[in-house]
T-cell receptor
């Protein structure tokens, strides 16, 4: 079965550079979530989209932006990178047919290292 | 704001033991609760989803229960195996953050051969 695809899997950037992370949700899923997970921490919610519109916003820095495109894939753009941005970035998708039955599926993540 | 806590933070058991992982949440008005498994540096694998109207869900050696009134969920793992070693996270979807999963702090499980 198709899963959530994230690219790239690994990314190394220098401070103050820009990075773009991509997420391809499971086909027919209409909701995408982005999470940041630092070492030894639980995933922290950044932002989510439903039907290509931003639906919820968490602890996403102003230096970051994201969008969901017409084909439902999403991109997380990160500018002026800082050392503290080094983390695993996860994308998840779900289908909100019946919200109580909404099950989120996660991608394998992008490991971003800022040097 | 919903707060989700998992105790213990780490657990070591000998192979073959049955074990229970706990997840507590502060607001009982939830849509559903999901249990995930995460291997080091890897993605999150969904194990079980319990809808708010359900009391438990089973999958193989795993059984998850939900008691909304007390704000608790448990994940029971029967006959533990070394391959079960991972971090287990619970996450819930509630009406306020319907497009956001609130994650617990996780329990790191080690099953000793």
């Amino acid at each position: 079965a198709a899963g959530v695809i994230q690219s790239p899997r690994h990314l190394i950037k220098e401070k103050r550079e820009t990075a773009t992370l991509k997420c391809y949700p499971i086909p027919r899923h209409d909701t995408v979530y982005w999470y940041q997970q630092g070492p030894g921490q639980d995933p922290q919610f950044l932002i989510s989209f439903y039907e290509k519109m931003q639906s919820d916003k968490g602890s996403i820095p102003d230096r970051f932006s994201a969008q969901q495109f017409s084909d439902y894939h999403s991109e997380l753009n990160m500018s002026s990178l800082e050392l503290g941005d080094s983390a695993l970035y996860f994308c998840a998708s779900s289908h909100r047919d019946r919200v109580m039955n909404t099950e989120a599926f996660f991608g394998q993540g992008t490991r971003l290292t800022v040097v | 704001k919903q707060e989700v806590t998992q105790i213990p933070a780490a657990l070591s058991v000998p192979e073959g033991e049955n074990l229970v992982l706990n997840c507590s949440f502060t607001d009982s008005a939830i849509y559903n609760l999901q249990w995930f498994r995460q291997d080091p540096g890897k993605g999150l694998t969904s194990l079980l989803l319990i809808q708010s109207s359900q009391r438990e869900q089973t999958s193989g050696r795993l059984n998850a229960s939900l008691d909304k009134s007390s704000g608790r969920s448990t994940l029971y793992i029967a006959a533990s195996q070394p391959g079960d070693s991972a971090t287990y996270l619970c996450a819930l979807l509630d009406p306020i953050g319907a497009n956001n999963l609130f994650f617990g702090t996780g329990t790191r499980l080690t099953v000793i051969p």
